[in-house]
């Protein structure tokens, strides 16, 4: 294994369309990101990957805002950015669907999808905005039109609760509410960790329509054989850090495994 497998750099890279550079952060005596640089393009999905404390999760959270880095910098379309808060993430296009979904079990779907922005009816202007009646059609409209955008298939109807849904009618549905937005990054923190075959197939078609509609994907898991199907390139950290990152057509599985547990052999250990 060489710095020739570093696929990110050369003429065959996309364009990045969310890149940052030199990302560090610690907690306390942790140093969980050590110059870490990323980046993802339109119409790609790029899998994050890492063993346990690898620094996965804390970079996700940086790019959505959750957590801000102690350095770093941030670009989209190579225009720097800043993200310090939630809010600046959502208004650059960014959205992340955390593990536990978030999802309103007691709501049914077009709900869910309208949380936080719900349409209300026209004619009850003479009221504050949060007393006017809801426009229940024009929600489920919207919620069908969500769901159609991400050719969610075993899904019978947007008024079904959530609470009856599987697994992985939720992942879709939590994955359509946070592209409802306008929305150009999405990122997928294990969305088939808990899913069965069936439901890992549905949520993967999922992924590959967010990508097929130039979506720029971040991908986090742990399961190889849907990273090799899903993704378009792998970025591996190990202890905060770059390992590499390859084309995923251009590697394997116990490669990727290696560089996850062991880091490059000839010792290179920021590639990117
Ligand atoms: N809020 C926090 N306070 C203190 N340390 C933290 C905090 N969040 C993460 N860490 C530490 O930072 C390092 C990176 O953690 P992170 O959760 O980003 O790893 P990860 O690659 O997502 O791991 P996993 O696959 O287990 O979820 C770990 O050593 C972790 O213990």
């Keep these: 294994m060489s710095l020739e497998n570093n696929k990110q750099v050369g003429p065959t890279a996309p364009p990045p369309h969310l890149r940052v550079a030199g990302i560090e952060k610690r907690f306390g005596g942790v140093h969980a990101l050590k110059g870490v640089d990323f980046e993802v393009a339109r119409g790609e999905v790029m899998a994050l990957v890492g063993d346990n404390g690898a620094g996965k999760?804390?970079?996700?959270?940086?790019?959505?805002?959750?957590?801000?880095?102690?350095?770093?910098?941030?670009?989209?379309d190579e225009k720097p950015v800043v993200i310090s808060n939630p809010h600046d993430a959502g208004a650059l296009g960014i959205q992340i669907v955390?593990?536990?979904?978030?999802?309103?079990?007691?709501?049914?779907?077009?709900?869910?999808?309208?949380?936080?922005?719900?349409?209300?009816?026209?004619?009850?202007?003479?009221l504050p905005r949060i007393l006017r009646p809801l426009d229940d059609l024009e929600m489920e409209v919207r919620a069908q039109a969500a769901i159609d955008r991400l050719?969610?298939?075993?899904l019978k109807s947007v008024r079904a609760k959530v609470g009856?849904?599987?697994?992985?009618?939720?992942?879709a549905i939590a994955i359509a509410r946070a592209v409802g937005a306008e929305c150009s990054?999405?990122?997928?923190?294990?969305?088939?960790?808990?899913?069965?075959?069936a439901q890992t197939r549905q949520v993967l078609d999922v992924v590959k329509r967010l990508r097929d509609t130039d979506h720029?994907?971040?991908?986090?898991?742990?399961?190889?054989?849907?990273?090799?199907?899903?993704?378009?390139?792998?970025?591996?950290?190990?202890?905060?850090?770059?390992v590499a990152t390859w084309k995923t057509s251009e590697t394997t599985a116990d490669e990727i495994v290696v560089a996850m547990t062991a880091g490059l052999d000839n010792g290179a250990n920021n590639a990117a």
């Design 57 to 76: 999760s804390t970079l996700m959270k940086i790019l959505a805002g959750a957590l801000t880095s102690d350095e770093g910098d941030f670009f989209i």
């Design 98 to 126: 955390y593990q536990d979904l978030a999802l309103c079990e007691n709501l049914d779907v077009a709900a869910n999808l309208s949380l936080g922005a719900e349409p209300v009816k026209s004619g009850w202007q003479f």
């Design 151 to 154: 050719q969610v298939r075993t």
């Design 164 to 171: 009856g849904l599987s697994g992985g009618q939720r992942q």
């Design 185 to 197: 990054v999405v990122m997928l923190d294990e969305p088939t960790a808990a899913l069965g075959v």
């Design 216 to 242: 720029a994907v971040v991908y986090i898991s742990h399961n190889m054989r849907d990273i090799f199907e899903v993704s378009d390139r792998i970025c591996v950290l190990r202890h905060g850090a770059n």
